[in-house]
């Protein structure tokens, strides 16, 4: 891992959030990112709130400093100010929820009260600690970087503080939150009800749910805008706190919540029934709904022409997709790590424009550099792992990989790729990618199964050139990030012989739907990323390449994971990745691995201890 940027006396703010899911560490210098990432990648442990001690370790080596070169340290949410939401919840729904509160309290008395304490401490730190507000820095996260110089934001997300969906306006170095709708009614929260009621994992399994919803009907639709949801014209709404049990519990719904669904939540793991899906696909509809009555609200309010999302609901890329295509806005521009990770961004980004007042020129681009903002390896540092652990390699130049590689997915193998700079937010953006064939109507089920061993349902991104997105998807934008669902156009779509039409369930996966099938979901949609030469030019020569000689300029692109991992971040867990799956090759800079010429795992490798890389 090498710095790209020299010793600097300018100033340097870290922005850090931490201790609910996903903890994370940003510097931001002279306005300037210059690196992100999140705890989870360094402890491999998913999800990881802990403090990120690690991460900024990255960030001050990346960008050449030592603690005392900080300035000022910036922590995404006012601890205290969430400590009275939680006790005033505490005692409005006592003697409920006593268990839950026994079982959170231990971790605020000793850790989350003393977050000022423990800055100090782990970076013998004696400077400025700003404390902002949770959804003052999503909004920031969402504002600041954006290609705006004014625009309105949205931000949705679980709950901070005590807000859980706010809007308001940013205007060149300020943002000024307007309204804000306030814990327990959140529309975060709501999603992940359902989310730990059709049987996955609250924090993470949201996306599952977006993904069963096509396989659905909205049958439960109506029912959970009567009973469960009180939608206003201008996105406001209300939940019936009668049917769930977060606010005082360790449970996300009730009984009352059973019954209206005919019967339990499905247990984890086990068989995926139509009724997951409708509820899937009901929730879907319902939250596509609000996010777009929210935005007309917000167009209406601020008569702003350009919108920035953020907040773990902005994940959400098909109510994304849903708001651009139907929504009254020019623009939208979303955070790539919209979650309470991008948090760390928006509260560096707030301190530099907001409390120090230095002027703001919003560019052509975004700031976010691609989302590419962590850790990089030289060829140098990672011929060294190969060649110190006995691994077998062919060493590429640089021009021979885009033909290679291409050749390779084109011959239907599975391609690990791992290049440049790691992302910062949840997707993998061709730097920590799987790559395979979009073309073949099997791939989606060998690198589902096979590979990330996951459920078989799950769609997989296509990863295509910014310049011919708009010949096989109904969209006329960039879309870097992969956080807008967009249809596929009806000429590259298959006609579907009547008996295929009927298909339910998961039985639809067997249809090929278009001259791309392992990218096009059920309901013809795909999750894109276009790619420019601009912020990743080899992966971007690549897929020229691809399309050059196979007439195709789309891949697939998933994650560089397996179910239940983080991203990979170093060499050691790429081919540690590599050598668990049924992956074909692992292309790491310039060295280019074949499988088939890979030792046995052997518990005392070399590579298998975490041997430190510099």
């Not at 360094?42 to 005392?68: M, V, W």
């Not at 509820?279 to 509809?285: C, D, K, N, T």
């Not at 979650?339 to 919003?362: I, P, S, T």
Request: charged share 25%; with cysteine.
């Amino acid at each position: 891992m090498h710095s790209a940027f020299p010793i600097s006396n300018g100033m340097n703010i870290l922005g850090i959030s931490a201790f609910y899911h996903d903890s994370a560490a940003c510097l931001v210098r002279d306005g300037k990112i210059v690196a992100a990432a999140q705890e989870e990648r360094f402890t491999r442990k998913k999800h990881d709130y802990s403090f990120p001690q690690n991460a900024i370790r990255y960030c001050l080596k990346e960008g050449g400093l030592s603690e005392s070169d900080i300035n000022y340290v910036a922590f995404y949410d006012k601890p205290f100010l969430k400590f009275e939401r939680i006790l005033e919840t505490y005692l409005e729904y006592a003697p409920r929820g006593v268990r839950s509160f026994i079982k959170a309290m231990p971790l605020w008395i000793k850790q989350k009260l003393w977050i000022r304490e423990l800055i100090q401490k782990e970076l013998a730190y004696k400077n400025e600690i700003i404390f902002l507000e949770h959804h003052e820095s999503h909004a920031a996260s969402a504002f600041f970087p954006s290609p705006y110089q004014h625009a309105a934001f949205l931000t949705m997300d679980g709950v901070g503080e005590w807000a859980t969906s706010s809007f308001g306006v940013g205007e060149d170095n300020r943002i000024r939150i307007i309204a804000d709708i306030r814990f327990p009614h959140s529309l975060g929260l709501l999603y992940s009800a359902f989310t730990y009621f059709c049987g996955f994992k609250v924090n993470s399994g949201e996306y599952k749910l977006m993904g069963l919803a096509p396989y659905g009907e909205e049958v439960y639709k109506e029912l959970i805008l009567e009973k469960l949801v009180d939608v206003k014209e201008d996105g406001s709404f209300r939940m019936n706190m009668d049917y769930f049990n977060y606010p005082s519990g360790l449970k996300m719904t009730n009984k009352k919540f059973e019954k209206l669904f005919g019967g339990p939540p499905r247990a984890a793991e086990s068989t995926i029934t139509q009724r997951e899906m409708d509820i899937a696909r009901s929730i879907q509809e319902v939250v596509e709904e609000i996010v777009l009555r929210m935005g007309k609200h917000v167009y209406k309010e601020t008569k702003k022409e350009m919108l920035c999302l953020a907040g773990g609901v902005a994940l959400n890329c098909v109510a994304n997709g849903k708001l651009l295509r139907e929504g009254p806005f020019k623009d939208i521009w979303i955070q790539p790590a919209a979650g309470d990770a991008g948090g760390a961004v928006g509260a560096a980004l707030l301190v530099w424009y907001q409390y120090l007042h230095n002027k703001r020129e919003a560019g052509k681009n975004d700031a976010m550099q691609g989302a590419y903002l962590g850790p990089s390896y030289s060829n140098d540092v990672i011929k060294q792992f190969l060649q110190q652990n006995d691994i077998s390699f062919t060493e590429l130049s640089t021009d021979e990989i885009p033909k290679r590689v291409s050749d390779l997915i084109a011959d239907q193998k599975v391609v690990g790729w791992f290049e440049g700079r790691m992302e910062f937010g949840p997707r993998a953006l061709g730097s920590r990618s799987i790559l395979g064939d979009a073309r073949s109507a099997n791939m989606q089920e060998i690198i589902n199964v096979k590979i990330k061993f996951r459920e078989s349902f799950r769609p997989f991104a296509p990863s295509v050139l910014e310049e011919k997105a708009g010949d096989y998807f109904d969209i006329d934008r960039p879309s870097p990030y992969m956080l807008l669902v967009t249809p596929v156009k009806h000429k590259k779509r298959k006609h579907i012989s009547p008996r295929d039409q009927h298909f339910t369930g998961f039985k639809k996966l067997r249809v090929v739907r278009s001259e791309v099938p392992a990218v096009t979901h059920v309901d013809y949609s795909a999750r894109i990323q276009t790619v420019s030469p601009d912020t990743n030019p080899l992966y971007y020569a690549m897929i020229k390449r691809f399309w050059e000689d196979y007439g195709c300029p789309i891949i697939i692109n998933t994650s560089f994971n397996v179910r239940g991992e983080p991203i990979v971040c170093t060499p050691q867990d790429a081919y540690k990745c590599f050598m668990r799956t049924n992956m074909d090759y692992l292309l790491m800079g310039n060295f280019l691995l074949d499988k088939k010429d890979q030792k046995q795992i052997t518990s005392d490798s070399a590579w298998e201890k975490g041997r430190e890389l510099d």
